[in-house]
């Protein structure tokens, strides 16, 4: 086969893959307009190389944080609570009365929810050093 006609496919799979197209379209293409697929496969595997020799390599493994977002009233409470300041009479009897309407449903869905959100939180992990190799 010829090199340069194995090269023209390469250039053209590595255009395309930076066009967005998938590698198993691009083959699905190729080999539907008439390539065969030994030439396709040999020409995806150049393409595959050259990328290869540009790409940038990793030199440290990215840094991964996770933020705990709160509401606007959960946060002030808290921070009332830190700084000893007691709440205003009137947030209290709110919060009896919304806390004693939601108490019998939070219960219930409480331990439900730290369940997945520990499932979630154990895939995350597991994917990411899967990925990673960490």
């Known amino acids: 086969m010829n090199k340069s006609y194995i090269q023209q496919l390469a250039d053209y799979i590595k255009s395309n893959l930076r066009k967005g197209y998938t590698l198993a379209s691009l083959k699905s293409a190729l080999i539907n307009q008439g390539y065969s697929k030994i030439s396709v496969e040999k020409s995806v595997e150049l393409a595959n190389q050259q990328l290869a020799e540009v790409a940038p390599i990793m030199r440290e493994k990215p840094k991964i944080t996770y933020k705990l977002v709160l509401d606007k009233k959960d946060v002030e409470a808290r921070i009332r609570k830190r700084d000893g300041i007691e709440e205003p009479e009137e947030m209290q009897e709110e919060d009896k009365?919304?806390?004693?309407?939601?108490?019998?449903?939070?219960?219930?869905?409480?331990?439900?929810?730290?369940r997945?959100?520990?499932?979630?939180e154990k895939e995350k992990k597991g994917f990411f050093r899967r990925l990673f190799g960490g």
């Open 97 to 114: 009365a919304s806390s004693e309407s939601e108490d019998s449903e939070t219960a219930n869905n409480a331990e439900e929810e730290e």
């Open 116 to 120: 997945s959100e520990f499932e979630e």
